[in-house]
């Protein structure tokens, strides 16, 4: 008798374990870590040049705050500083809670253009600026607006579509900036191969 229910006990130990061995995947007390930070690959590749085109925007647009001769590309500067900081944040809120990599920096393509926006001085500075300016929010416009149409993961769907409509006044500022600065003059070269007669 007393061996039967040890059995009858033991069997019943046996048949709950069984009935919950898959609550941990849908049970609301569920404590282990899920795997939810699965994405195509074509949404993967969208996360990293995000993250790194964030970054490089970030480290230029300090760069325009110090070396740029026009104010208005200082300003502009200053808005990619506060703008691509709040959504790189936003970004990286977003991967934490669903495991996703981000790059820890900017390619070393990345970094040989920000090398050379480096020995750009005044005009030149600010010519080279805003022409690149424009060239990367072209390709991020383009890029965010297809993510937030078709992506197949809601999260990064709702980032793409909240960041696209401020990385479009990014773009029509920058075509602003450019027709002015692309018409300015370096004041250093203003009297270049100019004869100078001195005063008698």
Known sequence: ???????????????????????NKTGDTDTTAVDSGALT??????????AMGGMMEIELGKLAEKQALNDRVKNFGAMMVKDHTRAGEELKALASQRNWMLPASVTEKHREDIEKMKRKKGVDFDK???????????????????VAEKSSDADLKAYAAKILPVLKVHLDSAKSINREVKASVDPGDITSGMEVHPLK
């Open 1 to 23: 008798m007393k061996k039967l229910s040890l059995l009858l006990i033991a069997g019943s130990f046996l048949v709950f374990a069984c009935n919950n061995s898959g609550k």
């Open 128 to 146: 080279s600026y805003m022409k690149m300016m424009l060239s990367d929010h072209r390709h991020d416009i383009s890029d965010f607006k297809k």
């Open 41 to 50: 690959h074509e949404d993967s590749e969208f996360v990293n040049k995000a």
